[in-house]
């Protein structure tokens, strides 16, 4: 997608909507900056910040819709993503590592 100037300052907008708003700190030269405005907007309460990031969806051409999303499975226990609690007896921190927890 190419930036252009409405594109631009609509994002500059919106950066400062959503810096005002949610003390979110959004710099334009990151590779998923629409995205992380968009998303931002959809967990807004204010009217123009919505308003923003529909008008930076349609200069985008990306997708954006304020309708919840499909609710979303929930992970079962042994799951490879789900992150258990570290064994009682254990007091250090627990980090991921390759998939694995890793006990420090």
């Given at each position: 997608m190419e930036l252009n100037k409405a594109v631009l300052d609509c994002m500059k907008a919106l950066r400062r909507q959503l810096r005002d708003e949610q003390a979110l700190d959004i710099r334009l030269s990151q590779p998923d900056a629409i995205n992380a405005m968009l998303s931002a907007c959809l967990s807004s309460d204010n009217d123009?910040?919505?308003?923003?990031?529909?008008r930076l969806a349609q200069l985008s051409e990306?997708?954006?819709?304020?309708?919840?999303?499909a609710p979303t499975?929930?992970?079962?226990?042994?799951?490879?993503?789900?992150?258990?609690p570290a064994p009682a007896h254990?007091?250090?921190?627990?980090?991921?590592?390759?998939?694995?927890?890793v006990y420090a």
């Open positions: 123009d910040t919505r308003q923003l990031g529909m990306t997708p954006f819709s304020f309708e919840p999303a499975p929930r992970m079962q226990a042994g799951h490879p993503l789900l992150v258990e254990h007091t250090g921190s627990v980090r991921i590592y390759r998939g694995q927890r």
